[in-house]
């Protein structure tokens, strides 16, 4: 029977001297320092492109064109809508110039002939009077 | 004689609806209506109150005619127009109108201006309805040799609004004070013809 | 040391605590890794990478034996998915080669004998065994850092133990321990 048969505790504590903490190598501590400090760059560079990176996927690409094709289509949708309306507001405009044109000149017409009638009578002549006799 | 010169004009078509009838007042015979078959332009306008609103908000406010024209429409409830212009002198006959001027007989309609000039031909007869003393309407109607013009103008229309026009449209300053010294054309003191 | 809860600390500090703690805990990071792996190059990269995960989650950890826990518990898996990774070489624990001369407990080729039956563990149980007998920790602490349950633990303990026991009797003779 060996020494650790006999003591089971021998063999824990041969394993705790054979597993105790050996210093990390020279230097490691600034290792990890420097590669922290590109970390913290890589981050930040990361954030800033993450959203450009995110097309880097066929399908992000796929629905992102999917998407804006939808939008130019709505969009061209509603700007003809809006052409057809303006359009049509105008012609509407235009109508509704044209017959306040009309009834103006049409008063204007009658003024006209108001004023032709009356130029054309003569002067009405002042009543005659009974000469007075003198006394 | 003066006359419109249409430069435009063809045949525009209405911005019509099945209401607009309902508001005009202005009633054209069957015959009338079978002009546009003879005339060489005929202008057809009918605007009711939606349509004139809607209408007015693409009228500029930096032109000068069209603001006036706003402030008029503003309260307007209706404009219809027919106006026939023919190559040719005795398109219509004298009943044509006559009947036309008809509806016009009732007691809130007034003439105010009936001119007849036998020298060119050319007739204008001006009506004017009246509620509450305030003008509600005008009708218009111009028969000249070659050209045939019937307007209706439908609403709450100020006689004052109706002189600010003059001069933008063309249309004379009506003068609302009576007028000293000078007769009044015959036609003036009721109907004529 | 008391705890200090790291989550108060402005960022100027926290970069200063980070340094402070990576060289507090190389030691005991490096080791588990270099006792696991028994690859000193290997066992440095996966250190490093352990501080690096460390300074990446650092503003979410509350305290410092919040980051004791932290290190043990990713240090330990990182060493498993290291060496499924490589597929570094197992020795088997029967294939140990026996020594010349029996050899003394203080013998520094006993401690390195030692070293090697525990790297020719299988993961779990050398996991175990590092963490009870380098750290010192209790059982029911190394089941929450291996997230495996208490008498499973236990267990791989009693059985790792034997089994040293056995190569050492087998291959050392009689040691005096």
């Known amino acids: 029977m ?3 048969n006999k003591n089971p505790n021998l063999l824990e504590d041969a394993l705790r001297k054979a597993l105790r903490p050996e210093e990390a190598p020279e230097g490691f501590a600034l290792k990890v320092l420097a590669r922290a400090q590109q970390q913290n760059s890589a981050a930040q560079e990361a954030q800033r492109t993450s959203w450009l990176s995110m097309f880097s996927q066929p399908f992000v690409r796929w629905a992102a064109l999917a998407a804006v094709s939808i939008c130019l289509v709505i969009g061209g949708v509603h700007y003809r809508n809006l052409q057809r309306q303006r359009a049509e507001g105008e012609a509407a405009k235009q109508q509704l110039m044209l017959a306040l044109r009309i009834a103006g000149s049409k008063l204007q017409l009658a003024k006209e002939k108001v004023n032709e009638i009356n130029t054309s009578r003569p002067e009405p002549q002042p009543q005659n009077r009974s000469p007075r006799s003198r006394s | ?7 435009l004009v063809p045949l525009i078509l209405l911005l019509a609806f099945p209401a607009i009838l309902r508001a005009q007042e202005l009633k054209l015979p069957p015959g009338v209506e079978k002009l546009a078959s003879k005339a060489k332009e005929t202008v057809e306008v009918n605007m009711d109150g939606p349509m004139l609103h809607w209408a007015s908000k693409f009228l500029s406010a930096e032109d000068p005619e069209e603001r006036k024209a706003a402030k008029l429409v503003a309260n307007l409830k209706g404009i219809y127009v027919r106006s026939y212009e023919f190559s040719d002198e005795g398109a219509y006959t004298a009943a044509d109108v006559a009947a036309v001027r008809a509806q016009f007989r009732s007691p809130e309609w007034s003439r105010v201006v009936g001119v007849r000039s036998e020298r060119d031909g050319d007739n204008v007869d001006i009506f004017f309805k009246l509620e509450n003393e305030k003008m509600a309407g005008i009708v218009i109607i111009s028969a000249e040799a070659k050209e045939l013009t019937f307007v209706n103008i439908v609403g709450p229309l100020e006689v004052e609004q109706l002189a600010d026009l003059g001069g933008e449209f063309g249309i004379p300053k009506l003068k609302t004070k009576p007028q000293s010294s000078k007769p009044m054309a015959k036609a003036d003191k009721g109907e004529q013809k | ?13 926290a970069s200063a605590d980070f340094a402070d703690l990576v060289r507090r805990y190389q030691s005991m990071v490096f080791s588990i890794a270099q006792h696991f792996l028994t690859e000193t190059a290997a066992a440095e990269e996966l250190a490093q990478d352990v501080f ?4 990446a989650t650092l503003s979410t950890l509350k305290s410092e034996e919040h980051v004791k826990f932290w290190l043990r518990k990713v240090t330990a898996h990182r060493c498993i998915d290291y060496q499924r990774r490589r597929k570094l070489p197992q ?6 080669p026996e020594p010349m001369s029996p050899a003394q407990s203080s013998d520094p080729l006993v401690a390195r004998r030692l070293q090697q039956f525990v790297a020719s563990l299988p993961e779990k149980p050398r996991l175990i065994v590092i963490l009870r007998y380098q750290e010192d920790m209790l059982p029911e602490d190394i089941a929450t850092v291996l997230a495996m349950p208490v008498a499973t633990v236990k267990s791989h303990l009693q059985r790792s133990l034997a089994l040293l026991r056995d190569k050492v009797t087998r291959t050392m003779g009689e040691v005096t321990i």
């Open chain 3, 1 to 13: 040391m008391p705890a200090r809860p790291l989550a108060d600390s402005a960022p100027d500090i």
């Open chain 1, 2 to 4: 060996t020494e650790t």
């Open chain 3, 52 to 55: 690096l995960q460390l300074h």
């Open chain 3, 91 to 96: 020795v088997s624990l029967d294939e140990a």
């Open chain 2, 1 to 7: 004689m003066s006359t419109i010169t249409r430069k």
